[in-house]
């Protein structure tokens, strides 16, 4: 069982930066690749990033590469969402979710966040 809690949310002007955090419960948190998803008001959750359980792989949504780093701190049980060149359309929701293999659709991730609300204001 892993618990997660995500933090760093707000609201930004557009071209600004934030850092999420996703803080994990559990002393297996190294085993676990985690990933970063979206959802904006009437719109399907969306893949952001993901990252292995090791850090060595990594995959982007096209939308956020190049402006977005995920990162892992293994001995903190945290995952960073490093967030910049933030536009109005990275306005949602944000979740961070857990699994043991790393993937790129949402129904392949077992354990979820709350979500946090990210705001970029035009």
């Known amino acids: 069982q892993v618990q997660l809690v995500e933090s760093g949310g707000g609201l930004v002007q557009a071209g600004g930066s934030l850092r999420l955090s996703c803080a994990a419960s559990?002393?297996?948190?190294?085993?676990?690749?985690m990933g970063w998803f979206r959802q904006a008001p009437g719109k399907e959750r969306e893949f952001v990033t993901a990252?292995?359980?090791?850090?060595?792989?990594?995959y982007y949504a096209d939308s956020v590469k190049g402006r977005f780093t995920i990162s892992r701190d293994n001995a903190k049980n945290t995952v960073y969402l490093q967030m910049n060149s933030l536009k109005p359309e990275d306005t949602a929701v944000y979740y961070c979710?857990?699994?043991?293999?790393?993937?790129?659709?949402?129904?392949?991730?077992?354990?979820w966040g709350q979500g946090t609300q990210v705001t970029v204001s035009s």
């Open positions: 979710a857990a699994d043991r293999r790393v993937g790129l659709r949402k129904n392949e991730y077992d354990y």
């Open positions: 559990g002393r297996t948190f190294s085993s676990y690749a």
């Open positions: 990252i292995s359980a090791s850090g060595s792989t990594i």
